[in-house]
Structure formats: C-alpha cells, structure tokens
C-alpha cells in the first residue's frame, strides 16, 4: 500500500500545472466561441441551429483531427523515454519522425476532406433541418484546411512535454486561444457589431483593430475561419520555440535525424493509437448521430453539456501527461519502482481534482451553464447532465490516468484495444437499443456514455495490476 509521498506530488504538479493552463485554456475559449455563437440571433441568424451545427461537425471534424493525439503520444513516449537514457539527439530525432508522420498523414486527408466534407455532411445531417447543414458546412469550410497544421502542433506538443518543458506548451497555447477568441469577436459579429459586443464584457477598447476597416458579419463562418488562423498561428510559435539557446544547443533539433528504422518504429508505435483515436472518434460521432435524431436542441443541449465538461477532464489529462513524462524518464533510467509510485501518486492527485470539477457540476450546474450565454430552451436537458457528468468524473480519473501510464510504458494495444471494445460493442449497442428503438434520443446514449466511462476504468486498471506495461521496450 502506498502512502502519499509528497516530493513526488509536487514534481508531477510541477511539471502539470502548465499543461493544465494550456488545456484549461482550450476549454475556456471553446466555451468562448459557444457563448459568442449563442448571441449571433441579435444579427440575424439561429444560435441554437448554430451551436448545433458547430457541435456536430466538430464532432465530425475530430474524427481526423484526433489521429494527432496519438502522435502527441507516442512522441512525448519516445522523447521522454530518450530523456531519460540521456540520449538527447534521440529527443529530436523523435520530433522530426512526428512531423514526417504528420506530413504524410496530413496532406491526403486534408486534400480528400476539401473535397468531399460537404457530401459528408449531406449524409451525416438529416434533411428536415436545412439551416443545421448550412451552418455545418460554413464551418467545416475554413477548419479543414487546419488538419495539417494541427497534427504538426501535436507531435510538438509530445516534444515539449517529453523534454520537461511544459511552459513552453502553455505559452503557446493561451497566445494561439487567445487570438482565437479576438477573432471570433471581430469576424463573428462584423465591424459594426463587434464593439457592442465587446462592450457587454467592459472590452470595448479592444475593438480598435477592427474599426480600421468596415467588416461584415461572418456568423458561424467567422468561428471557422479564426479557428483556422490561429490553429496555424499555434504550429507556427511552436517551431519558433526550438530557437531558442537550451533547445537549439542540447537537442540539436536542426540537425537532420531521419533514420528509416526508427521511422518504422515510431510509425508502430503511433498506429494503434491512431486507429483507437479514429474508432472513439467514430464512436462518438454516432453518439452524436443518435442524440441528433432527437432534434436540434437535444443536439444542443448535448454540445454544451460536452464543452463544459472537458473543464473537468483537462486537470485529470493535464496530470497525466506530466506524469507519464515521468513514468518514461523513470523506465529509461530503468527504475520501475519509481515508475509504479508515480502512478499511485498521480491517481491521487487526479481524483481529487475531478472529483472536485464532478462536485461542482452536481452541486452548481445552473450557475455554471447560465454563465456561457446559452439558450434558455437548452437548461431543462443540460443541467442534468451536466450533473450526470460530475458523477462520472470519479470514474473516469482512473480511466484517464491509467490510459496515460499505459502509453507511457509502450502499452498502446492494450488501452487501444479496450477502448474500442468497450464503446463498439457495448457503449453505442445500448445507446441505439435505448436511443433509437425505445425513443430515448437524449437520455439512453447519455447512460450508455457512463456505462463505457466505468467499464474502460475497470479494464485499464487491471492492466496497470498485471505488470505487464514495465516489460515493453520503446
């Protein structure tokens, strides 16, 4: 039995704490976006068509985008494992097989996306309401050509964090969010509006930008195409971090690297997470599919509920990637005892704070919806689950940290594999049984969406007890 060792505790918190800025940033400027589209009726167009549509296709839209998770994850696995074998070419060499992956993946997806992401939609969408289509593709227009850039700035994502450089994660990602927001507001709302905007927050004198030239409103467009310029912004001060001196020095990331084996295995490596990115992505937009059926403002409801709840699982990620950078640093200096009590560790320190995110949605969720702008008709679905949400939260911060000690280690089949299992063959046939055959278009996916969170806990945790995961070799 472990007890709380709180030198541990404070190198994990430590190196998190800018992890969790940077993710708790995203959030806060995706609720941002939510609130800045929930007040686009007052210029002429639906919000809640339009907080629909967002959600909706983003859902989609994370399909593709989710497979740079798993090179964030199996670069920072690679470079923190090298880190701490004191093999730092090793570190950039992981760097520049990321990128060479990311390229590779990247460009036919955006090209084959461009071209056909509008008969998705038209596939995807039902027919009876033409405005939620509209809206979507509006949308998915400018976020498309994004994917590259995005999937470079994750195998950066998985450098920094695997070299212990977190702030450098977290700087990039509030200046990139940031800028996002300022372009919603300008590009959203139009020149003419975007000052009486900015002025219901007591803002108004950051509209000067704007009054340069006359601009029209954009609407949902607007959001996509700000998404866009700052997901590029974003990969862009990312490669301009590696000038600087200890980087440049240490890591020697502008010397050329590529060996066609260790591509290879870097490629093994990142594959299984990809193809269980893409399958939970998929699953979930079924998720998404099945509660759509039930209308616009179950679609909604069921957006906003999501957004607000990622607050309460970035901690729990921003935890987890600190300490698997940790558990890497430790396997490589061949200390797996050290390994094992950064996981015990970590575990407590994630279940305290999304237990503490989980109790404030069971004890507050009115407070916390009324303050992103939402609809009033979104209220009656959003604030019980939201609340449904907090209860999960103590689940799911196993889930989430054994998925990350497990990735850590090398052991990216077995979490890959019970993921996929658990939402194919359990988590979307009772969402569709309930959802679909007896009607319960909100209400049966959201249940089975908890049964999956408590079942995946369960299985990684297993695994972690086993030991198998300190015998894989990076």
């Avoid at 400027?29 to 210029?43: K, R, S, T, V």
């Avoid at 990331?253 to 990809?274: E, G, N, R, V, W």
Wanted: proline share 3%; glycine share 8%; net charge neutral.
């Amino acid at each position: 039995m472990y007890s709380i060792n709180f030198k541990h505790i404070k190198n994990i918190i430590l190196l998190a704490i800018p992890i969790i800025i940077s993710n708790l940033s995203r959030v806060f400027m995706e609720l941002a976006d939510m609130a800045m589209i929930g007040g686009i009726d007052e210029i002429g167009a639906n919000s809640n068509d339009a907080l629909a549509a967002i959600g909706f296709s983003a859902m989609l839209l994370w399909i593709v985008f989710s497979m740079g998770i798993s090179l964030r994850t199996s670069t920072q696995t690679i470079t923190s494992r090298r880190l701490g074998e004191e093999k730092y070419n090793g570190c950039s060499q992981a760097l520049q097989h990321g990128n060479v992956i990311a390229f590779i993946l990247g460009v036919p997806i955006t090209i084959l996306l461009y071209c056909y992401f509008s008969d998705i939609l038209n596939f995807a969408i039902s027919q009876k309401n033409n405005y939620l289509l509209t809206y979507a593709k509006d949308y998915s227009y400018f976020i498309v050509p994004s994917i590259c850039f995005m999937y470079g700035s994750f195998v950066f994502q998985g450098f920094y964090n695997g070299i212990k450089m977190t702030k450098i994660h977290m700087k990039v990602m509030v200046m990139a969010n940031l800028l996002n927001v300022y372009l919603n507001a300008g590009l959203i709302y139009g020149s003419d509006n975007v000052v009486i905007f900015l002025n219901e927050y007591h803002l108004g004198w950051l509209s000067f930008l704007w009054n340069i030239i006359e601009f029209p409103a954009m609407h949902v467009k607007g959001a996509g195409l700000a998404t866009m310029i700052a997901s590029i912004a974003m990969f862009l001060m990312y490669f301009l971090f590696l000038f600087k001196a200890e980087i440049r020095n240490k890591f020697q990331c502008f010397s050329m690297q590529i060996d066609k084996t260790i591509l290879k295995k870097h490629a093994i490596l990142t594959y299984p997470l990809s193809i269980q990115e893409l399958f939970s992505s998929l699953g979930f937009f079924f998720f998404f599919k099945i509660i759509e059926l039930g209308g616009a403002i179950e679609l909604a409801a069921t957006n906003v509920t999501f957004r607000i709840a990622h607050a309460s699982f970035m901690p729990g990620v921003g935890i987890g990637q600190a300490s698997s950078t940790l558990i890497g640093n430790y396997l490589g200096e061949k200390k797996i005892d050290k390994a094992k009590e950064v996981i015990i560790q970590s575990v407590y320190i994630v279940f305290f704070s999304m237990g503490t995110m989980g109790a404030l949605f069971i004890l507050f969720p009115a407070s916390i919806i009324s303050a992103f702008n939402v609809p009033a008709e979104l209220y009656d679905l959003g604030i019980p689950a939201l609340q449904f949400v907090g209860v999960l939260q103590f689940f799911d911060a196993f889930g989430i940290m054994m998925f990350f000690a497990l990735t850590a280690a090398g052991d990216v089949k077995f979490p890959g594999i019970a993921d996929i299992v658990s939402i194919w063959l359990v988590f979307l046939p009772i969402a569709y049984i309930t959802g679909v055959k007896y009607g319960m278009h909100f209400w049966g996916p959201w249940f089975a969406f908890g049964i999956h969170i408590v079942l995946f806990a369960i299985l990684t945790t297993w695994r972690i007890s086993t030991n198998k995961w300190t015998e894989i070799k990076v």
